[in-house]
């Protein structure tokens, strides 16, 4: 398996540029399904789990071409609607397929979704949202058939925001004989994107971006041209890295909006920050410990949560990181400990003593985000850390240490 060989104590200077979206890609991909013909899909990023959605959609009868950051998707061959356990296992994002799936052919049949280890994910609001719009879902031993002869549309109250929960009910709602209502929708950026191409598509949704969603089925929807937004998260992983090696780097490309809860605990940390545009500066400086609650959005979010506590591991005092969206989202701590962090886990909560510096060793990524934080966390340690298992990584972020070398980064990618 490849490892990241990455020597510390480097302070990051320079422009770096951020990718499409892998979360707003991955659903946009799976609405293609609602539409018969070509669909073109811009700013797509070079990642794993797209490669994985691009073989499902293949698997499907779609014809996928590629061309650098563009994604051209013939849905025309599209004759399955339904999927195998191996591939749903995969990735998480298969369970978009549900929504798309059940729209297009009235029925789906497709096995639980697979992902990073970071607790327990159901999909019982995926199910409870689809049924109040008409399909009947039948949910044994982990695999689902649905079938929506009615797809009538109807009330949706979600008890908790789900973003995965929130764009499936908006694809197959997007094509119900009536009207749909999401209340206590998510409002993630990735939803409005979503929302966007659907109404390219022809469908009727206003709402995205607020808890409540209103979608007027249509009969048909016809394929589209996208450019998908930039990755927030990507965008944060490297503000972080900035202001943790006390550096002082330009992040281009990205949408500043989506991140304030992010620049506004990055500047209490110390950091100063200057939006400009579509880019953001950050100059690290002496850094403080902070408190952090991860939230929906437009909370601080849950992917960020292990980046920014490899930061906060070598910030001065004492911070606490609360993970409210995740049960078990501190796979991290265990490896940071090994480079010499100081943190005590209970529950749901990180309490992190700030050490002076950390020390380079060999530590494992558990997961994609858990992953990054590790290569952060070693930019600014002292001597050489190696960080195994580094597919994790590959599954969100494109080409990670090209662009931190970029910045100066001392990062080489080695395989066995
Ligand atoms: C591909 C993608 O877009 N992934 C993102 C998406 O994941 P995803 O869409 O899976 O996240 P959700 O918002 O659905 O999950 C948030 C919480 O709700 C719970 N839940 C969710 C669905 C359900 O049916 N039942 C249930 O209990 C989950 O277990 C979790 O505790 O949003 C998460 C929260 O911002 C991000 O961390 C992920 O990067
Ligand atoms: C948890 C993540 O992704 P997924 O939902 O695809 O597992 C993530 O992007 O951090």
Same mark, same amino acid.
């Given at each position: 398996?490849?490892?990241?060989i990455?020597?510390?104590?480097?302070?990051?200077?320079?422009?770096?540029?951020?990718?499409?979206?892998?979360n707003?890609?991955l659903?946009l991909m799976?609405?293609t399904?609602?539409?018969?013909?070509v669909s073109?899909?811009?700013n797509?990023?070079?990642l794993?789990?797209?490669t994985m959605?691009?073989?499902?959609?293949?698997?499907?009868?779609?014809k996928?071409?590629?061309e650098?950051?563009?994604l051209?998707?013939?849905?025309?061959?599209?004759?399955?609607?339904?999927?195998?356990e191996?591939?749903?296992r995969?990735m998480?994002a298969?369970?978009?397929?549900?929504?798309p799936l059940?729209g297009r052919?009235?029925?789906?049949?497709?096995?639980?979704p697979?992902?990073?280890?970071?607790?327990p994910?159901p999909?019982n609001l995926?199910i409870?949202?689809?049924?109040?719009i008409?399909?009947?879902?039948?949910d044994?031993?982990?695999?689902?058939?649905a079938?929506?002869v009615?797809l009538t549309?109807?009330?949706i109250?979600?008890?908790f925001?789900?973003?995965?929960?929130?764009e499936?009910a908006?694809?197959?709602?997007a094509?119900a004989?009536?009207?749909?209502?999401i209340?206590n929708?998510?409002?993630?950026?990735e939803?409005a994107?979503?929302?966007?191409l659907l109404n390219k598509?022809?469908?009727?949704i206003? =709402? &995205?971006?607020t808890d409540?969603?209103?979608?007027q089925? *249509?009969? +048909?929807?016809? $394929?589209?041209?996208h450019t998908?937004?930039?990755d927030?998260i990507?965008?944060?992983t490297f503000?972080?890295?900035?202001a943790?090696?006390?550096?002082?780097i330009?992040?281009d490309?990205?949408i500043?909006?989506?991140?304030?809860?992010?620049i506004?605990k990055?500047q209490e940390?110390?950091?100063?920050i200057?939006?400009d545009?579509?880019?953001?500066?950050?100059r690290g400086g002496?850094m403080?410990?902070v408190?952090?609650?991860t939230l929906?959005?437009p909370?601080?979010?849950t992917?960020?949560q292990?980046?920014?506590?490899?930061?906060?591991?070598i910030?001065k005092g004492?911070?606490?990181?609360?993970?409210t969206i995740?049960?078990?989202r501190?796979?991290?701590?265990?490896?940071?400990g090994?480079? =010499? &962090?100081k943190?005590?886990v209970e529950?749901?909560?990180a *309490?992190? +003593?700030?050490? $002076?510096?950390l020390?380079?060793?060999?530590?494992a990524?558990?997961?994609l985000?858990?992953?990054?934080a590790?290569?952060?966390a070693?930019?600014?340690?002292?001597g050489?850390?190696e960080?195994?298992q580094v597919y994790?990584i590959?599954r969100?972020?494109e080409?990670?240490?090209?662009?931190?070398q970029q910045?100066g980064a001392?990062?080489?990618?080695?395989?066995?």
């Amino acid at each position: 398996m490849e490892k990241f060989i990455v020597a510390g104590e480097v302070q990051l200077t320079g422009h770096i540029k951020v990718n499409g979206a892998k979360n707003a890609t991955l659903p946009l991909m799976a609405a293609t399904l609602l539409s018969t013909g070509v669909s073109v899909l811009h700013n797509i990023p070079q990642l794993r789990d797209i490669t994985m959605m691009q073989d499902i959609l293949t698997l499907l009868g779609a014809k996928i071409h590629r061309e650098n950051g563009t994604l051209i998707i013939d849905t025309t061959g599209v004759s399955k609607e339904e999927i195998p356990e191996h591939l749903m296992r995969e990735m998480r994002a298969s369970v978009f397929l549900m929504g798309p799936l059940l729209g297009r052919f009235r029925r789906v049949r497709l096995s639980y979704p697979g992902g990073c280890a970071i607790g327990p994910r159901p999909i019982n609001l995926h199910i409870k949202a689809l049924e109040k719009i008409g399909a009947v879902v039948n949910d044994r031993c982990g695999f689902i058939d649905a079938e929506a002869v009615h797809l009538t549309g109807g009330e949706i109250h979600f008890d908790f925001p789900s973003v995965g929960a929130t764009e499936n009910a908006m694809m197959a709602a997007a094509v119900a004989s009536g009207t749909t209502i999401i209340r206590n929708a998510a409002r993630e950026p990735e939803v409005a994107d979503l929302e966007t191409l659907l109404n390219k598509m022809g469908a009727r949704i206003s =709402g &995205a971006g607020t808890d409540t969603i209103r979608i007027q089925g *249509v009969e +048909r929807l016809a $394929p589209a041209e996208h450019t998908v937004i930039p990755d927030r998260i990507e965008a944060g992983t490297f503000l972080i890295a900035g202001a943790l090696t006390r550096g002082d780097i330009v992040v281009d490309n990205i949408i500043p909006e989506h991140l304030f809860a992010v620049i506004d605990k990055l500047q209490e940390i110390g950091a100063r920050i200057d939006p400009d545009g579509n880019s953001v500066r950050i100059r690290g400086g002496e850094m403080r410990g902070v408190d952090i609650k991860t939230l929906p959005y437009p909370g601080f979010p849950t992917d960020l949560q292990a980046p920014l506590l490899a930061l906060l591991t070598i910030a001065k005092g004492t911070s606490i990181i609360t993970e409210t969206i995740f049960e078990n989202r501190f796979k991290h701590v265990d490896e940071l400990g090994r480079m =010499g &962090a100081k943190i005590k886990v209970e529950g749901r909560t990180a *309490v992190i +003593r700030g050490v $002076p510096r950390l020390s380079g060793t060999v530590v494992a990524a558990h997961d994609l985000r858990a992953g990054a934080a590790l290569v952060l966390a070693a930019l600014a340690a002292e001597g050489v850390s190696e960080i195994e298992q580094v597919y994790h990584i590959d599954r969100g972020y494109e080409a990670f240490e090209k662009k931190l070398q970029q910045v100066g980064a001392k990062i080489v990618r080695r395989s066995p």
